[in-house]
């Protein structure tokens, strides 16, 4: 009996299949490769953009704490305070009666201080890198207000 469907097939004959399945495979692992590096530059831009931030609202803390602590001291207490160059980046900070706001590369981070009028700047003041800023507590009547200016 004539038995040619039992017959082995060598491995050799069937070549051309194998580099299919192995170029296939290899096309997988690079997609799922992209992925993961596209996912790990994503995370280190994040871990980057937060590094910014949090260097830019500690400088918005030391502000906000320097405003605290001239108002505590009552009329006539002065605090002169110097920003830092640059935190990574060019950053502005704004102080407003409700808070100490500094802004870098489009986020912007908040510091809280305690609610009063600040003197002379209309409602808010902008503090700029590299400057120094006298700041000091005045009395009109009952309301005691913030006066800021840049120190020449």
Do not use: W
Request: charged share 20%.
């Amino acid at each position: 009996m004539n038995n040619n469907i039992t017959k082995y097939i060598n491995i050799t004959e069937c070549s051309g299949a194998m580099s299919v399945d192995f170029i296939f495979a290899i096309f997988v692992v690079l997609i799922i490769l992209q992925g993961v590096l596209a996912l790990t530059s994503d995370r280190l831009d994040m871990v980057k953009d937060t590094e910014e931030l949090g260097s830019a609202r500690m400088v918005a803390e030391s502000v906000a704490e320097t405003i605290d602590a001239t108002y505590s001291g009552g009329e006539g207490h002065s605090t002169v305070i110097t920003l830092p160059a640059s935190v990574k980046s060019e950053y502005k900070v704004t102080i407003s009666s409700s808070g100490v706001y500094v802004k870098v590369d489009g986020m912007v981070g908040k510091a809280c201080i305690t609610p009063h009028s600040i003197l002379k700047s209309g409602y808010e003041f902008t503090m700029h890198p590299k400057r120094s800023y006298n700041i000091s507590t005045t009395k009109d009547g009952k309301v005691y207000s913030m006066n800021i200016t840049e120190v020449s």
